[in-house]
Each structure stands twice: as structure tokens, then as C-alpha cells.
């Protein structure tokens, strides 16, 4: 028969190894959960770390992309500028490519007469004729061979059909588009309706689309300034360095009309 001294160690002694066995269990089962779970954040991170550098890549290819886009936007901004360009200030091939050249050599003696009197009367070309003499006599030009009105479908609807000024030669065209407002000025003759009078070059068709397209260029900066600062000299459009105001603001599209400013130089000679 055991004591109860023995009994008593015999239980604690049991308890104990239990509590041990039991113990250690849980333990190894904790640690092998706790492996697994580091192991799957570690693999998250991995894949977080992929995304993000997927992520930089795709911005760097977007970057490229956009770099590429702003090159291919400018490269057609130019072009269309230069297409433009090519539309305003055609090149001597582009505007002399169907005009031979007995006709370039012909236009090359005529001065053309704009806003000149036209009354389209029968006696319309013997007063040109008279009117344009003595314009020469007064600069002492020598006087053209021959003066004509420009041939138009409904002369009605012009306020003035062109006058054409004709020259045995250059070097006399030229010197009556140097004098011509000046002498026009000194004889007190004005344009029709109030209009400046013009002088210009006989042109060829490409070079009056050319013309037409600058002066209304032109027509328009001035306009929305309020104030004439643009002006054609020949086909190109020129700025006074001294806008001068309208004299007549309920009249604008009198004072408008698009001339070069006195100046000894013909328009020839920068042909």
C-alpha cells in the first residue's frame, strides 16, 4: 500500500508531464503558421515589387509616347506653316511655271493703274490717255505708247476697271512707278470714290492671287489695330515704323486701301 506522500508525488509528477507534452505541441504548431505566413507576406511583397516596377516601365513608355506625340505635333505644326507659307509666298518656280518668257518680258514694260477715274463712258480712253500724259510730262517720263482699260465680264460692278500703262521700256515703267504718287499728288489727282490711287507691276495670275491674299492680310491687321501700319510692297507685306492714325473713323474702308508709302524705289527693282 502506497503512502500518501508517494501518491501525492506520483500525481504532481503526472500532471507535469502532461502539461510539457501538451505544451510543446502547440508550440511547433505556432511556429509552423508563423513560417507559412512570413513565406506568403514575402511572396506579396515580391509580387507588389513586380506590379510596381511594371508600373514604372508602363509610365516610361507613356513618357516616350507622349515625347513622340509632341515631336510628331510639332513636325506637322511646321509643315502646315510651311505649306502656308508656300500659299503666300509662292517661289519663282511656282509662279512663273506655265508664263513664258516673251509673256514675263511683255509684263515687264506695263504699269497697272488702280482706283484711276473711270467713267466707262466712249471718251473713258481718250481721257486716260490725256490724264496718264500728263502725269509723265510732269516727272518728265517719257509717255507710254499705249493706255487700255482692263476687259472685265460686268465692268458695272467695278468702281474702277484697271488701267493699263504700256512702255517701249523697262527702265520707263520703272521710273513711272517711282514718280507716280508723287506726280499724282503734285496735279491734284485723286482716286475714284475717295480710294487711294495704286500703282503697281503687271502681274501674272499666280502672283495676283499672291497679292490679293497680302493686301487683305494686311487690310485686316490695320483694321483691327485702328490704325495704318501694314502695308503691300509688291507681294510682301511691310510694317511703317509709325502707325498713322484714320482720319475718318466711320470711313474705314477708304482709308484702308493697302498701298507702299512714297518712296524713291520702284517695286521693280525688287522683283
Known sequence: MSSPVSTRRASRGGRGAKRTRTGGNDDLGDISL??????TVNELK????????NMENIKMDNKLLQDENKKLKSMVLDFTSKMEADKTQNSPTQLYSEVSIQQLNDKSTIAVVENFPDSKGSDQDLTDSSTIERICKASAITIPTRTFRVKVSK??????RPLKVCFNKTEDRNLFLSKFRSSTKELGITGVEGRTL?????????ELTVLRHARKTAYDKNKELGKFKFYVRDLEIKELETPKDLLNKDNVDNQ???????SSKSESDKQ
Do not use: A, F, H
Not at 46 to 53: A, G, L, Y
Open 256 to 262: 484702308m486701301d493697302i498701298e507702299e508709302p512714297t
Open 46 to 53: 515580391n509580387k507588389v515589387k513586380k506590379i510596381e516596377e
Open 34 to 39: 508563423t513560417d507559412e505566413l512570413i513565406e
Open 198 to 206: 495704286r500703282v503697281r507691276r503687271d502681274m501674272t495670275i499666280d
Open 155 to 160: 465692268p458695272e460692278n467695278l468702281t474702277s
